[in-house]
């Protein structure tokens, strides 16, 4: 049997909730959007990277309020951040680094997703996850205030691994100055089948890192747990990987 891949989705807003857990937070830095003088589009992307410490730059005041830049002011706070990203990654507007800071309330359930697509977890559930060996596991410790005594939260930094499939992603030319492209992602993408990372259970493909992907032995694990409020919509795998079997 191939492994099983499945989108991590929040519940519709209309479902019963398991936990009353909500929280105002913002990542600690965030480079500013972009005004382009080329394309003439004004944007910023939605990427975080919670494990990137931007507390060693001297300018790290000028990356703190979320705000649009022109260009020339963007590309030269991105390039002080750029030698701080993981190997192969790219600043992008708008991208946010460091730990959730803010205030929380509320009980939280071992999973939860922010905005859909940024992944929490608590203390406990992070335990269990590691002791059943899920890999790509990567937690940043969040900063908040007004958590229940006891309770923990880890925001999930995921990898970016394999690629959404090219058929259910239509890309136009890349902006040469700032790298904005259109991009139209099909309302239930599958995955490309011969870019299956098959050494991490959790990941964003390349190709679409607001979409959080996870297999079968992530969902097993999770559902162990009890309750969390979070969805798994099965993502279709074109064509159908011939590695990776579970048995
Ligand atoms: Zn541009």
Redo the contacts with the bound molecule.
Sequence with gaps: MPMRFYQLQRPLPETAKHWSGSLSAEHVWTLPG?E??????T?SGQLSLPGVDLSSLLEQDSLVEPRVEP?AEYARLAALVQPLLPLGMMAEPGMQFGPLRGTAHGAWGPLSARFGWEVLVTQEALRHLQAAGIRGLVPVRTELQGLEAGVALHELELPIRGLLHRDSVLTGPK??????YETRIAPEPWLDGDALPHEVDLFRPENGTTYTLVNERFVEAVHALGPSDVTFREVRVMPVSRSGSLH
């Design positions: 972009v382009c003088p080329t394309c003439h589009e944007w260009h902006c040469r100055t700032c790298g904005w």
